[in-house]
């Protein structure tokens, strides 16, 4: 009797010690499932809804992006010299491919430009390239976390008398999120901070631009 009471008493703190890392000291039942997001200027409007012929032919070179950023997980901004990735919360596709088909789409959709023609080369033609400089959600300050975007864009105009550079700006964007800080907020963000700088290229475009060749 003495040696079953003696077991009993050393088999029971094992049971409770275990039982406690599969309640979270340790092992977890539960896994945080990952969630992919879409990138787009304006995501409630319907595609090929207006006459993409009427403005002038426009190329959109695949936008280079600052390697920090290039992944396909969420970053975060936690500190002034520190991100960090979120693993489990991801684009669709690359940022960089995702924000240069969300620029062509966009600025194609306007009265100003056209897609170019595939089977042919135009004598006059606008080609946008650039970088992607910062694509995160700054979180240093939990009581005004945002959204921040930023790009160094360039507009060339390329004719026969060779290539004339119409742009060439940093724009940037940065959008509060309030109190819902999700990662589906903090993407909606995004979205609405794309808007805004396409919004802001198009009118450059405008100022720079004669009124004859923005037909």
């Known amino acids: 009797m003495v040696l079953t009471r003696l077991s009993l008493f050393m088999i029971i703190p094992c049971i409770l010690t275990a039982a406690a890392l599969f309640n979270g000291c340790g092992i977890k039942n539960d896994y945080t499932k990952k969630q992919m997001f879409r990138l787009c200027a304006d995501c409630n409007a319907p595609a ?4 993409r012929s009427t403005g002038v032919p426009l190329v959109v070179k695949r936008l280079e ?4 950023f290039s992944g ?7 500190n002034q010299n ?3 990735k979120d693993y489990y919360n991801n684009y669709m596709t690359s940022p960089a491919r995702m924000i240069s088909d969300v620029m062509f789409e966009a600025l194609v959709d306007s009265p100003h430009f056209a897609p170019a023609p595939k ?5 006059d033609i606008f080609q946008l390239w650039g970088k992607i ?4 959600r ?4 939990a009581s005004t976390v945002s959204a921040v975007v930023s790009m160094a864009l360039n507009l060339d105009r ?3 008398a060779g290539v004339t550079k119409v742009l060439s700006k940093t724009y940037s964007a940065q959008i509060p999120l309030g109190t819902d800080t999700s990662p589906k907020a903090y993407t909606q963000a995004l979205n609405r901070g794309l808007a805004r700088i396409i919004k802001n290229l198009l009118s450059d475009f405008q100022n720079v631009t004669p009124p004859a060749d923005n037909q």
Request: hydrophobic share 30%; charged share 25%; glycine share 6%.
């Open 48 to 51: 090929g809804q207006r006459n």
């Open 65 to 68: 992006i600052s390697p920090e």
């Open 72 to 78: 396909a997980g969420f970053v975060y901004r936690v």
């Open 82 to 84: 520190r991100f960090t």
């Open 119 to 123: 089977n042919r080369i135009p004598d």
């Open 133 to 136: 400089t910062a694509l995160y």
């Open 138 to 141: 700054d979180q240093r300050n």
């Open 158 to 160: 390329l004719n026969k």
